[in-house]
């Protein structure tokens, strides 16, 4: 609830710092003396819109303080947590308007923008009035007002559940309809190609190898020729080993004869002889090697032709052949595995749409039970208010499968019996809004309310018995959540908890005045009321009467 409102330097109040309570705190005062320039100061905490004339004349800027003592899980809480801004259950909401008409916005001395005040203060506080369209009058809230009211948090949460699931299911289903799409348009050219890689069948160094082999091929004949001499020096008819044996094998007999001088030589010849045995390997090797099927370098250079084609054609290097086969083999796969996924994610959808249609069919049946309840009791409320001839009508209608339900809900009256019924906003007067509103604020106290109220004047044009009730009802609403109601009346200043006198004063030798707020307890209460009911000159007879109606409202 609020705990303390301080304004300075706006329009007519110089400072003002107020102390409140639970329960009902009536604000009245004559005519002019400022009750509406203390809740216009009040909006401007809120997040209404500023005006650099607010600021009291001669001053550079004025500024509003509010401050609410809350309970932990209250959302304004939650809001301010969810903008890192520090909070133990108090929260301080201070506006500054500049004279120049520039305003800075700050919660719990934490600099915020204007967005972000009004988006924490909205769950704060509602202000009804004869000419309220922010409250309960918009369309908006009374889907919301109508499941508080009867108790459908469960309902409501397994529909945004339900709704959420079906979105997601929906998601799913279209980034497979959009990937099994893609592969569909180029499935005639994925499955050519991947036939004609299939049959290729290219292997990573696979061009290298064959474009060496081709090589070698190429320049065999062009060196048999030599190889076969050398050959044939080396190992053939025209070889030197059986010279060169015959010699080793006679000067190894002679070498116990003269050691030191043969043992060299028998060494150096025997070198020789492998030496020469290698090179006749390696030659009939390179003769071997060289020796080719002609038929075999066509096949070589078809195949190597077919790779360096298929590399053109497909625009990617012979050794990326292989990984670019794979993944055309697995975009294949995606498409038959695609087209069984959605058929699973199809009925996904389907059953998703199911679970929403009986989540959101059993939210719409509370609702309509949860309406007929409301309209009952609000009705009810509405003879005691001279509004005895009204009634009130919650109108809904199927549109849209929102994560909210079906439903739209607007909140109907109808002022007299025949008349045709309509939108509380446009068929009620000034006067008849305000008390539909007191009405169904009655109702609603205790379930999807702000845990402060404010009515501005909304006893404006009735009295008597018509006051009377209204008093009376906003003393029961105050016993549920905190009220602040400017009055003219006496009878509904007479139930108040709270009681401030909103007043002019000449200060400055009568060149300036300011608007003074004062508690009043007791007699200066009884003073008021008497005030109030007599007019300019306050009689002993309205004393007596003001009297009465404390002991009354007591």
Aim: net charge negative; aromatic share 2%; glycine share 8%.
């Amino acid at each position: 609830m609020l705990v303390q409102l301080s304004i300075r330097d706006i329009v007519l109040i110089d400072r003002l710092d107020l102390e409140l309570g639970i329960g009902l705190t009536i604000l009245t005062g004559e005519t002019g003396a400022g009750k509406s320039i203390l809740l216009d100061a009040f909006s401007l905490a809120l997040g209404a819109r500023g005006d650099g004339t607010l600021v009291r004349q001669g001053e550079a800027q004025g500024q509003v303080t509010a401050v609410f003592d809350l309970p932990v899980l209250h959302p304004s809480l939650a809001a301010a947590r969810a903008q890192d801004i520090e909070t133990d259950g108090e929260l301080i909401l201070r506006r500054v308007q500049m004279a120049d008409g520039r305003t800075r916005a700050f919660v719990n001395d934490q600099p915020v923008s204007l967005q972000t005040l009004r988006l924490i203060a909205r769950e704060l506080v509602e202000i009804h009035g004869q000419h309220d369209d922010r409250a309960l009058v918009n369309p908006n809230t009374h889907r919301n007002l109508i499941d508080a009211f009867g108790g459908l948090g469960a309902e409501l949460s397994a529909v945004r559940a339900a709704h959420a699931a079906l979105q997601t299911a929906r998601a799913d289903l279209a980034r497979e309809q959009e990937a099994v799409e893609k592969v569909r348009k180029e499935v005639d050219y994925l499955r050519h190609a991947d036939a004609e890689l299939g049959k290729l069948a290219p292997n990573i160094g696979e061009e290298t190898s064959l474009a060496d082999r081709r090589g070698v091929m190429m320049q065999a004949e062009k060196v048999t020729s030599e190889i076969r001499d050398a050959y044939e020096a080396v190992a053939g008819q025209g070889s030197p080993v059986p010279v060169l044996a015959s010699v080793l094998r006679r000067l190894d007999r002679r070498r116990q004869q003269a050691p030191d001088l043969i043992s060299p030589s028998l060494q150096a010849l025997d070198a020789a002889l492998n030496a020469l045995d290698l090179a006749g390997t390696a030659l009939d090797q390179a003769l071997r090697d060289a020796q080719f099927d002609p038929r075999e370098l066509e096949e070589v250079e078809d195949r190597l032709f077919a790779l360096r084609g298929a590399s053109r054609k497909y625009g990617v290097p012979v050794d990326e052949l292989p990984a670019l086969a794979e993944k055309i083999a697995g975009d294949l796969a995606t498409l038959d595995a695609g087209e069984t996924r959605l058929v699973h994610l199809e009925k996904a959808v389907r059953a998703a749409e199911a679970a929403y249609a009986k989540a959101a069919e059993s939210l719409s049946t509370g609702r309509k039970k949860a309406a007929r309840d409301l309209d009952k009791a609000v009705t009810g409320e509405l003879a005691p208010l001279k509004l005895e001839s009204a009634r009130f009508l919650t109108q809904m209608r199927t549109e849209g499968h929102g994560p909210d339900g079906t439903d739209q809900v607007e909140f109907w009256v109808e002022t007299n019996p025949g008349s045709r019924p309509g939108p509380l906003m446009k068929v009620a007067s000034g006067g008849e809004l305000a008390r539909f509103m007191l009405a169904l604020k009655v109702v609603l106290a205790d379930r999807g309310s702000a845990p402060t109220l404010v009515f501005d004047e909304i006893d404006t044009g009735v009295g008597g018995a018509v006051a009377d009730a209204i008093g009376q009802r906003l003393a029961r609403l105050a016993s549920r959540v905190q009220v602040l109601a400017v009055t003219h009346a006496p009878q509904v200043a007479a139930r108040a908890a709270g009681h401030f006198r909103i007043a002019k004063d000449m200060i400055e030798k009568g060149r300036r005045v300011a608007t003074r707020v004062t508690s009043l307890a007791d007699a200066a209460r009884r003073e008021e009321i008497a005030r109030m009911l007599a007019g300019a000159t306050i009689t002993d007879e309205a004393r007596a009467a003001a009297g009465r109606l404390l002991e009354g409202a007591g």
